[in-house]
């Protein structure tokens, strides 16, 4: 038996987010089927953490254990025969049997897309935020840097979670504009449930001149109700995992 570990994209707009579910369809799901069609093994495809409806991956990371006999290097291109066009498997690698896609993890990039046009263009609908008002971005990504450290964020999760240790470690967050959109990477070693997208929401907020008060005693309130609105999943892509 070995250990397989697979890095995938995917497009999650026609998804339930990556969990497999008793009434809709997952990313899970799909790739677990389609390693059956290729194996005949049924596998538990363990992910580094779960992404909402909607939520995109650019380098998911999930791993399972196998006896099958087709070789590694063959393995993304004969799951991906099995795939819709917006799941792919990227690369397959072997780790060791106790490597564990969600706990050997160290830290993770997520990426936020935002445009700033009067209306919602067709194309970008999918995969971007847009966002029909004027922004300041400077004080955006000034106050951004707030977010930088060890914080207790209870204020930037989303209601639903039975999580109880609600401090992470932002080590890196930047905002930046380029061409049509405005880009926001946080990278920290986790991430609460709808962090990120409420964090994107007060810093939309912020720049809109909703919110006034600093990013800084908004963290310390660990209050929900002084944090900004929850940005939409559409404009969330997990960007890469550390190991």
Do not use: C
Not at 11 to 31: E, F, P
Not at 51 to 72: M, Y
């Amino acid at each position: 038996m070995i250990n397989v570990r697979l890095t995938i994209q995917y497009d999650g707009t026609n998804y339930a987010g990556w969990q497999r579910q008793k009434n809709a369809v997952s990313i899970q799901q799909i790739i677990e089927e389609a390693i059956f069609s290729i194996t005949k093994e049924k596998v538990n495809l363990i992910s580094s953490g779960r992404t909402d409806s909607g939520v995109h991956a650019l380098e998911q990371v999930a791993n399972f254990l196998t006896n099958t006999k087709i070789p590694l290097k063959s393995i993304p291109k004969a799951i991906n025969s099995k795939l819709p066009p917006d799941i792919r498997i990227i690369s397959a690698d072997e780790v060791s049997l106790d490597f564990h896609s969600r706990y050997s993890a160290i830290k993770k990039r997520y990426k936020y897309i935002m445009t700033n046009f009067s209306f919602e263009m067709p194309l970008y609908r999918n995969y971007a935020y847009n966002i029909p008002y004027k922004l300041d971005i400077e004080k955006m990504k000034q106050q951004a840097k707030s977010l930088i450290g060890t914080h207790d964020f209870v204020g930037f999760m989303g209601s639903g979670s039975s999580v109880k240790d609600t401090v992470r470690t932002i080590y890196d967050i930047d905002l930046y504009k380029k061409d049509d959109f405005i880009i926001l990477e946080v990278e920290g070693n986790g991430f609460l449930y709808n962090m990120v997208r409420i964090i994107v929401g007060t810093l939309v907020d912020i720049g809109r001149g909703k919110i006034n008060e600093d990013l800084t005693l908004i963290i310390e309130s660990k209050d929900r109700n002084k944090a900004g609105h929850t940005a939409p999943a559409k404009g969330l892509f997990l960007k890469k995992v550390y190991y």
